[in-house]
Structure formats: C-alpha cells, structure tokens
C-alpha cells in the first residue's frame, strides 16, 4: 500500500509561485505513476499532470502546461508540483495520487489507486 500526504498549498496572486509536495509512505512509492489533479467547488476532478516511474516521462493538462513541472524524488518518496504563473482558475483542491498498475502516465483518475487527503490552493486576482 502506498499513504501520500500533500503540503504546500496555500493562497498566492496571480502571477505568482507555489510548490506541492506529496510525501509517499510504502514500498510501492518507487514502482508506481504519481498523478496530480484538482477539484474545483461544484466541478470534476481534473487531471494536472502526471510522471511515470520506469523513465520519469512527464505528462500534462494542456491548461497548465509551460507553467507547471511535475517531479519526483524517489530517495526521498516524494513528488512535486513547481506551479508557476499562477491564475485565478488554477484555484482548486491539488490531489496526489498513484497508480501502482501503470508503466505510463494515464489521466483518468478512477485508474489511481491511492489518494492524498488534497491541499487547497487559491489564486487571487
């Protein structure tokens, strides 16, 4: 089993910079794709962005791409989301989630098997 715990969250302007972190307990953490998506109030969960464990492969929303960079640090068990001109509709709960069945990235969220409790980020105008 994998538990993920988020950090990071927070309330910023726009314009401006955030970093998640999701720390992974388990010894799954090194063998599964690590996912991020949001979940705006009254909307679906989206997918953010995603990085692969076998060759590190990145994957992103077309919304945020050029603007955020997933990473992974699998000494520590920890995934990043560098968040970077931030916007108003960027304004969501952030979820990490992992995928302990994939060697790719997949954008489907029923497809991850574990989930972080999520961390709200909010965006000012």
């Known amino acids: 089993q994998v538990q993920l715990v988020e950090s990071g969250g927070g309330l910023v302007q726009a314009g401006g910079s955030l970093r998640l972190s999701c720390a992974a307990s388990?010894?799954?953490?090194?063998?599964?794709?690590m996912g991020w998506f949001r979940q705006a109030p009254g909307k679906e969960r989206d997918f953010v962005a995603g990085i692969s464990w076998i060759d590190s492969r990145t994957s992103y929303a077309d919304g945020v791409k050029g603007r955020f960079t997933i990473s992974r640090d699998n000494a520590k068990n920890t995934v990043y989301l560098q968040m970077n001109s931030l916007k108003p509709e960027d304004t969501a709960v952030y979820y990490c989630?992992?995928?302990?069945?994939?060697?790719?990235?997949?954008?489907?969220?029923?497809?991850?098997?574990?989930w972080g409790q999520g961390t709200q980020v909010t965006v000012s105008s």
């Open positions: 989630a992992a995928d302990s069945y994939a060697t790719g990235v997949r954008d489907t969220p029923s497809l991850y098997d574990y």
């Open positions: 388990g010894r799954t953490f090194g063998s599964s794709t």
